[in-house]
Every structure is written in structure tokens, then in C-alpha cells.
């Protein structure tokens, strides 16, 4: 009898000691403060530092695109954190990162809730019903910018090729000159194929 409750014995001590250890543990590393998952808000200070601006204050233009701009920033984050997070619940499942992380990145998306609330109610402040519509623009400012950068990029890449090859390139945008015999001008098109004249 005693020789079955000597393991039993070890097995309840060792389980028992590991359970022990990490809840202490987790509890400690709850109570750490852990590294922010995104970096200061740069386009909130800005705006409520205009906000607060009152010798003299700033005009509305400048605080409605401001707030466009605070917005544009919350999308970014809110599709970065959409994008994040199952790739990163995946990983915790795998033991590949840490609690830290995920809890930062929870964190991070709890702030991100408040902050478009905030967004929204600042946009009704200005225009009813703008903050059913801001983050629709700071969507198309997004898709502007992107694309504004593709169009930058093709004058960068357009000079690393004439350089590779040696090859001074020729951009034409347009169709060129019509060919020989085109009709150019509606006046000049034979009177059969003009439509008749209204009385």
C-alpha cells in the first residue's frame, strides 16, 4: 500500500508545484505593463492639440481635415489589427509568442473601438450625419494616396531601367496622330453620315 501512494504522492507534488508556479507566474506577468502594439497616435495629438489651439483658434477647414486624417490613421490600424490577429491567434495556439503580444494586440483593438466611437461623435460635432460617412472617405483618401504612390513610383522605376539598360525611355500618353484619312472633325464627314438636322 505504501509502495502506490509514494508516486502518487510524487505525481500530485510535481503537478501540484507546476500549477502553482504558473499561476504565480501569469498573474505576474498580467500585472507587467506590456509594449503597446501600435506607435503613438500622432494624428489624434494632432488634432486635439488644434482642437485646444484658442489664440487664435483654428479655423473649421483645418480641424474638419484634421479629423479626416485622424480618421485615415484609424483605418489603417483597424485593417492592420483585422490582418494581425488570426495569423497571431494561430501562433498563441502554437506556443510560437507570448501572452504579451496577444494581450497587447487585444488592447489595441479595445482602444481602436473607442477611438472610432470618439471619430464619429467629433464628425456629428461638425455635420449630422458625418460620422456615417468619414471613414467612407478616409477610404477613398487611402485609395488616393496609394495610388498616388504607384504613379511616384513609376518615374523611380522608369529611371533604374534607363540607367540598367542604358536606354533612354520614351513615355507617350495619349493615341498619337490619327491615321492618314481619319475623320478628325464631325464638319468634315460626308453629308449622308450626318444625322438629320431637327426642324
Do not use: C
Amino acid at each position: 500500500m505504501a509502495s502506490i501512494l509514494v508516486p502518487v504522492a510524487y505525481v500530485v507534488l510535481v503537478f501540484g508545484s507546476l500549477f502553482v508556479f504558473s499561476h504565480f507566474y501569469r498573474k505576474r506577468l498580467a500585472s507587467q505593463p506590456f509594449e503597446p502594439y501600435f506607435p503613438p497616435h500622432v494624428e489624434r495629438n494632432t488634432y486635439v492639440t488644434l482642437l485646444q489651439k484658442s489664440d487664435p483658434p483654428t479655423p473649421e477647414p483645418i480641424l474638419k481635415a484634421a479629423l479626416v486624417r485622424r480618421a485615415v490613421a484609424d483605418v489603417l490600424r483597424v485593417l492592420k489589427v483585422r490582418e494581425d490577429k488570426p495569423a497571431l491567434q494561430n501562433l498563441l495556439q502554437k506556443g510560437s509568442i507570448g501572452d504579451d503580444l496577444w494581450n497587447s494586440l487585444l488592447a489595441a483593438e479595445k482602444e481602436l473601438e473607442g477611438e472610432v466611437s470618439e471619430v464619429i461623435a467629433e464628425a456629428e460635432s461638425y455635420l449630422p450625419r458625418w460620422g456615417e460617412l468619414i471613414f467612407g472617405t478616409a477610404n477613398e483618401v487611402i485609395a488616393n494616396d496609394r495610388i498616388r504612390a504607384s504613379f511616384e513610383q513609376i518615374n523611380q522605376n522608369k529611371a533604374k531601367l534607363e540607367t540598367k539598360y542604358g536606354v533612354k525611355a520614351k513615355l507617350t500618353i495619349g493615341v498619337g496622330p490619327p491615321p492618314p484619312g481619319a475623320v478628325t472633325r464631325l464638319d468634315r464627314l460626308p453629308l449622308h453620315v450626318l444625322p438629320p438636322h431637327p426642324h
